[in-house]
Nanobody, 118 residues
Framework: VQLQASGGGLVQAGGSLRLSCTAS??????????VAWYRQAPGTQRELVAR?????????DYAESVKGRFTISRENGKNKVYLQMNNLKPEDTAMYYC?????????WGQGTQVTVSS
């Protein structure tokens, strides 16, 4: 599976961005996979931002720092996963990566840069 992320950019604090990630391959495989967004700022470890279980239950999980501001969603028929980011803060500045997991298989996108100015 190949993942292509987009939607990053430069935004002022308090602004919004919507990240998108498109997965190649079977829509069925995508629908039974868990999806997630991670981020990594320079000099830090990659951290989980948000994840959503497969289409059958759609349970979500968020990092405490983004709860109430970010929303993960998926569009299974189009193999897409989104991250709506509102009320952005300078500390949200990072490279954002989408991730797809099915069993032992894990795929990563190339990352999209989000920069929030104060």
């Amino acid at each position: 599976v190949q993942l292509q992320a987009s939607g990053g950019g430069l935004v002022q604090a308090g602004g919004s961005l919507r990240l998108s990630c498109t997965a190649s391959g079977s829509t069925f495989i995508f629908s039974i996979s868990d999806v997630a967004w991670y981020r990594q700022a320079p000099g830090t470890q990659r951290e989980l931002v948000a994840r959503m279980k497969s289409a059958s239950d759609r349970l979500t999980d968020y990092a405490e720092s983004v709860k109430g501001r970010f929303t993960i969603s998926r569009e299974n028929g189009k193999n897409k996963v989104y991250l709506q980011m509102n009320n952005l803060k300078p500390e949200d500045t990072a490279m954002y990566y989408c991730n797809l997991v099915r069993g032992q298989d894990s795929s990563w996108g190339q990352g999209t840069q989000v920069t929030v100015s104060s």
